[in-house]
């Protein structure tokens, strides 16, 4: 699936930025709503957003202020999401009888975003070259027809990215459930998959358990494997404030990345006159994968916590043997780290009241041992008792706007029993036990001819998820492909034989006035209602959507009465209460200002592990080697994107213009291969199966460890292959790839 890159300026790079937001940051939001030609629909949108009585950023799941909001409590990414969720402009009938799916196939993903809003529900019949307009009913038949015709309930896959609310998840998985099957993939397994399953090993919950407070109590706050300036940008006003407190934030990233250096805050006037703040006052350019190294070589300096460790933990005899074991020539050699900074970082964090704040995102999950690493990250925080107390903590900074909410409510292929038994006894049904199939497992059902039917609420399946063509001949042999979608995605294009795209509501979007609730990074549960008059009166909100999928397909069973449940969201929040823990009075406190916090007991140091203790892990120090002469790829979003959705060709802190197909790599090993900047080079990934190539990428020397490349997420998926996952988590190594580099059009 080669898409060539649409801009038909030449690429261009200069030096990266040393600072993040400021000036550019205000200029770039606002050309974004404009240019979307949402300047009143966008520009209304943005007064609304993260507001009280307003709606829920749809960009990251970073956390609002408990207390005073700012007047504008959004970042450019922010705006930009906004931007594009609130065009004005519709595609419908006309728009897809103009253009055909092959058409469609050769645009790029930028150009699908900027085509406008799914306007009404469409059909692509078998053999057909062309969408058509359905109705509503005949949509829900077709998946009727299909559904009930499977042999069995484990032939169909429930696809969830995490912008769904808590009201349509909770309705989503129990509709699955009702059906007879747990096959609830989502994207939360190619994301903190890895987080959750360390964590619930570790300290047996699988959230954060820090709030924004604590940021302003920490002594030292830790950065590893995240880049918050594109991704989290309203984090760095949250370090900007813990820097202005006393604390030390220290970067850890094999990428310079400008958000960690230093911030210049775009709504504070000394931010865009002034000068930025400096944010790291170390940066520990680690090697790909070395953060397992790394925090085992913290812990081998550290002092324990004896009273901690007794009190709460298990297992801290194995581990200090095991840290005796390791010898410093591997930390260094793993880590790419010298034992003297690994040294000084470990007397930072043990000095005064070991107030630890570790964040970290993608750059410790998606590795074949994310697992081990983050379970290492939680080894140091037992050793300083740097958890359950004010200021520090684990803090896994969460993507989706409330993928963390869809877990909650039960957007899992293997919700607990506990779950399951409350589920069944409110609802009157059976749910499955066996375990369903997460996001890897679904593409391999489905390249067997084992999955039948794929339905994807939200998302974008083929663009997310590793080994592009594989999956795509996967998903081609679907019998049915159905997406809810906002926009046009690929995933609207690799379809099964026949396909369905159902046009929802959006975040902004004014659902009758009904809100809906969203769960963030830190556990806060609160409402979210859009303003905007919804562009066609032929979107339904997605509780809808689902209720009449129900109605459809099953009918009211046990005490499901579909349409009531969907008619007034205050009752699926009942239910939701009925079911899970921590929700007590949902109704009343979601609409309370602020909302409310769940409750998370490892912040209570209550251990909910099998051993009743949290839990050292004492796994072998291991990090991803590729052969001499290869590289390590990892993928990663350039600062114009969300995801799937492109919504430019720039990445302005790394200094990229006009392009996309781009590979970051060290200057000194670019010379060793003679590979001139800008030059296009194959790369080429290797694997047990074979090898995968993805040609034209031009070649971009940067400031990062030497053995180590980067491109971008999706355009380099291709190259990661579906059997390369994270042990015990499933979630696919985005960012650690075996490559070989050659120059386009040389043999090998
Ligand atoms: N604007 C915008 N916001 C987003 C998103 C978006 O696409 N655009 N996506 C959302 C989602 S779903 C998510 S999950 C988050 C993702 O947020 P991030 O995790 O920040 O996203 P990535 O671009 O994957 O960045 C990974 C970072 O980790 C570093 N890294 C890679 N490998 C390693 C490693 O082995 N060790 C260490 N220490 N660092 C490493 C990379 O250099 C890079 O800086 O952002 C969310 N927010
Ligand atoms: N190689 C590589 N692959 C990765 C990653 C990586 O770092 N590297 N990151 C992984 C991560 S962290 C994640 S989270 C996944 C993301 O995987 P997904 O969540 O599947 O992908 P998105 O791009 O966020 O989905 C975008 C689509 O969602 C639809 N959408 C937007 N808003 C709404 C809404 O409100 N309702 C509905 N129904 N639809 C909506 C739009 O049609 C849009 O096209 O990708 C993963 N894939
Ligand atoms: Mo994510």
Redesign the pocket.
């Known amino acids: 699936m080669e898409v060539s890159d649409r801009s038909s300026q030449p690429i261009e790079f200069v030096s990266p930025k040393e600072y993040a937001a400021g000036i550019p940051a205000v200029a770039s939001s606002l050309r974004h709503v404009i240019h979307r030609d949402g300047v009143a629909r966008g520009g209304k949108a943005l007064l609304k957003l993260n507001q009280v009585g307003g709606f829920d950023c ?1 960009s990251c799941a970073w956390p609002d202020p408990d207390h005073e909001r700012a007047p504008a409590e959004f970042c450019e990414n922010g705006a930009k999401a906004v931007a ?2 609130a065009m004005r402009k519709a595609i419908g009938r006309e728009f897809f009888a103009q253009h055909s799916v092959e058409d469609l196939m050769a645009k790029d993903d930028g150009w ?2 900027l085509q406008g809003r ?1 306007a009404e529900p469409m059909l692509l019949k078998e053999g057909a070259t062309h969408y058509e307009p359905v109705s509503w009913d005949e949509a829900f038949a077709i998946l009727a027809e299909e559904l009930k015709g499977l042999d069995s309930p484990d032939e169909a896959i429930f ?7 808590n009201e ?1 998840a909770f309705l989503y998985q129990l509709f699955v459930r009702a059906y007879g099957t747990n096959n609830l993939p ?3 397994n ?3 998959e890895s987080s959750g399953t360390a964590m619930r090993e570790s300290v047996g919950v699988g959230k954060g358990t820090v709030t924004l407070d604590d940021f302003l109590e920490a002594d030292v706050i830790i950065c590893a494997g995240q880049n918050p300036g594109t991704n989290h940008p309203r984090m760095l006003s949250t370090l900007e404030e813990a820097v202005n407190r006393g604390a030390r934030v220290v970067a850890v990233n094999p990428l310079k990345e400008a958000g960690l250096i230093a911030f210049s805050h775009p709504q504070k006037v000394m931010g865009v006159l002034g000068r930025p703040s400096p944010l790291a006052s170390s940066y520990l350019q680690v090697k790909l994968n070395g953060d397992m190294a790394l925090f085992r070589g913290i812990a081998k300096c550290l002092e324990a916590d004896g009273d901690f460790v007794s009190q709460h933990t298990l297992g801290y005899e194995a581990y200090r043997t095991l840290l005796e074991r390791t010898s410093w020539q591997e930390i260094e050699e793993f880590s790419g780290i010298s034992r003297g900074e690994i040294e000084e970082l470990a007397t930072l964090v043990s000095s005064g009241k070991r107030r630890l704040i570790t964040c970290w ?2 750059g410790l ?2 590795h074949r041992n994310a697992v081990a690493t983050i379970r290492e990250v939680v080894n140091v925080h037992l050793m300083l008792g740097a958890i359950g107390r004010p200021g520090a903590g684990l803090c896994p900074v969460r ?2 706007s409330n ?1 963390q909410g869809d877990r909650t409510v039960g957007i899992w292929e293997m919700m607990p029993e506990s779950f399951l038994a409350a589920l069944d006894k409110q609802a009157g049904i059976t749910s499955p036990r066996k375990h369903g199939w997460d996001t890897v497992a679904s593409i391999l059902a489905m390249q067997r001819g084992e999955g039948k039917v794929f339905f ?6 083929v ?4 080994d592009t063509d594989l999956t795509a001949a996967a998903l081609r042999k679907c019998r049915l492909t159905c ?10 294009l690799v379809t099964g034989k026949r396909a369905l795209i ?1 046009p ?4 902004s979007d004014d659902d009758q006035g009904r809100s809906v609730t969203c769960e963030n990074s830190m556990g806060v549960v609160q409402a979210s209602r859009g303003r905007l008059k919804p562009i066609s009166d032929q979107m339904l909100s ?1 509780p809808e ?1 689902i209720a009449r999928l129900g109605e459809a397909v099953l009918g009211d069973v046990g005490n499901i009465r579909w349409r009531w449940l969907a008619e007034d969201y205050d009752r699926i929040r009942d239910w939701i209460e009925a079911v899970v823990p921590g929700f007590e009075s949902y109704n009343e406190r979601s609409k309370k200002p602020g909302g409310f916090y769940l409750p998370n007991a490892a912040k209570e140091r209550v251990w909910h592990t099998e051993s009743g203790m949290a839990n050292f892990s004492s796994d072998e120090l291991d990090a991803f080697k590729v052969k001499e002469g290869r590289f390590i790829l ?4 350039s600062h114009d ?5 492109v919504y430019g060709p720039h990445d302005r802190y790394r200094g990229i213009s006009n392009g996309r197909r781009i590979v970051f790599m060290n200057p000194q090993d670019l010379d060793d291969l003679g590979i001139g900047p800008l030059r296009a080079v194959d790369l080429t990934s290797h694997w047990d199966d074979g090898e995968r190539v993805a040609e034209n990428f031009l070649a971009i020397p940067y400031d990062m460890p030497r053995g180590m490349a980067a491109a971008y ?2 355009e ?2 291709s ?2 292959p579906v059997g390369s996952y994270a042990k015990g988590s499933h ?2 190594t ?2 650690s ?1 075996e490559i070989s580099v050659r120059l386009s059009g040389s043999s090998k």
Request: with cysteine.
């Open positions: 749809p594009s969720e699908h975003d799914l696809y969830t990215s995490g912008r769904a609310s349509a989502d994207c939360s190619m994301c903190h995102a993608m999950t998606q993507g989706h993928v994807g609420l939200g998302g974008n399946f663009q997310a998820t590793p997406h809810v979608s906002t926009k046009l995605n690929r995933s609207h159902l929802c509501l959006g975040r997605e959507i990892q993928t990663l979003r994107q969300f995801n799937t959705t997420f999706p380099a998926n190259l990661v979630t696919p985005s960012k790839v």
